[in-house]
């Protein structure tokens, strides 16, 4: 009894361990640490921008994704919601001053390669059913998301997404760390955004044609988006 009793409690602490570790903490630098940093664009449309660092706290406005905003300050503690943990953070939107949580803020944001005008944010987007890390793309302009994309990983971060400098074409490519390796299940290593949507890539090799100096890709698709 006493040997069951152990191994449940070793299985329970090692579950915690498990959803402590995927909770890692989504942190960005304030203005008084980092001025070129601070700044920021929303990785969620509506977000609420309220007069203190809470869910309950007086909502002031909401904001359009997309949109940057200054990181002033953060809150003394993180808060954990759907799966995502982060800080509050103390913004500015032109004139306006409030507080967001940190979830909804991208964590890389790339300019398109074919229209200066759209963006792609990436950020975190909590856990699936079976407890995995999900991470989202989506592409916006002007405020308005043109479409959305998810990845399961468990070991994908914002250093190890990079678009492509490609001038024909929005090519993202992923990687977990600095090597290159992507461990995921269910994912492909690019994301390729072409006529207002985002899809899965699972090879992208370029060609040994070059005109003007832009490399031609050709790739395969997933088929899953």
């Known amino acids: 009894m006493k040997t069951l009793k152990n191994s449940m409690f070793i299985g329970l602490l090692l579950l915690a361990t498990s959803v402590i570790s995927q909770n890692k903490e989504v942190e960005f630098d304030i203005y008084t640490t980092s001025a070129s940093k601070a700044s920021r664009?929303?990785?969620a449309?509506?977000?609420a921008l309220r007069d203190c660092p809470a869910t309950q706290c007086q909502q002031l406005t909401t904001i359009a994704i997309g949109t940057n905003v200054r990181l002033l300050a953060k809150s003394e503690s993180p808060q954990t919601i759907d799966g995502v943990t982060s800080?509050?953070?103390?913004?500015?939107m032109g004139p306006q001053i409030g507080w967001i949580w940190g979830g909804l803020i991208s964590q890389k944001t790339m300019v398109?390669?074919?229209n200066p005008e759209i963006r792609f944010v990436f950020g975190e987007a909590g856990l699936d059913s079976n407890a995995q890390q999900q991470f989202q793309i989506r592409a916006i302009k002007n405020g308005v998301e043109l479409d959305k994309i998810l990845l399961k990983s468990n070991t994908l971060t914002y250093s190890g997404i990079e678009l492509l400098k490609n001038q024909d074409q929005d090519i993202i490519s992923l990687s977990s760390n600095e090597e290159g390796n992507f461990n995921v299940n269910d994912s492909p290593m690019f994301v390729v955004f072409k006529d207002n949507r985002l899809q899965k890539m699972t090879s992208l090799t370029s060609s040994t044609e070059v005109q003007n100096d832009v490399f031609q890709y050709a790739?395969?698709?997933e088929c899953e988006n």
Not at 87 to 92: D, I
């Open 41 to 43: 664009y929303l990785l």
């Open 45 to 47: 449309d509506h977000v």
């Open 112 to 114: 398109s390669n074919t």
């Open 87 to 92: 800080r509050w953070y103390k913004v500015k």
């Open 219 to 221: 790739y395969t698709s």
